[in-house]
C-alpha cells in the first residue's frame, strides 16, 4: 500500500541544503506558516539555482518530464490504492521517476470499468527516489523560505548568465552581428 506518502514526503525532503539568511528565513517560515504560500526571495531563488544541478534546475524551469506510455509501457507496482481524499477505490498503481532530475517520481492511480483504462488521478512523489541531485541538491527549496516559481527560476537562470548585461549591451551586440553577416 502506499498511503500517507506526501505528508512525511514533504518533511523528508525540506531538510536545510545550508544555512541561509537566517533572521529573514525565520521571518519567511513565520509568514508561511500563516499564509501557507510564500514566494522564495529572488536571492535565494538564484543562490539554489546557482548550486543545483542541471537536471534540476531544467524541472524546475520547465516542469518534470516524465517517459511516455510508448516509452516505457505500462507496469503497474502496486494494487487497491486509494488516493488520499479521492473518491475512486481499487486503483492500480503505477509510478514513473521523471528523467530530468530524477529526484521526483508521479504516482498514477488507475482504474478499469468494461475494459476501458483510466489514470483518474496523479500526484508527485518526493520519497521513491533519491533525496539529492549531483550536486547536493534537494528538488524542494529549503525550509523557511517559501515557494520559488518556475518563474522565478528562469528570471534567475537569465540573471546568473546574462549578469552585468543590459538592454543597451544585448542591443549593441545584436546590431554588431547584424552588420557584421552583411
Ligand atoms: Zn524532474
Known sequence: MSTALSQSGQAIMTEP???YRSI???QQAERERKSGHVRMDK???QEYTKGASA????C???GHRFP????V??????EDG???GQKFAGCMIRLLRCTGCRLVGRREFWTEVDGDWECVFSKPDYTSFKKRGPNAESYLAPPGLGRMTRKQVRAAEAANLLHGQTLATIRRQIRAAAKAAA
Open 43 to 45: 536571492e535565494d531563488v
Open 73 to 78: 509501457g505500462i507496469v503497474f507496482e502496486d
Open 60 to 62: 524546475r524551469e520547465g
Open 24 to 26: 529573514q528565513g525565520d
Open 68 to 71: 511516455t506510455i510508448r516509452e
Open 17 to 19: 541544503l545550508k544555512e
Open 82 to 84: 486509494v488516493p488520499e
Open 55 to 58: 537536471g534540476t534546475v531544467g
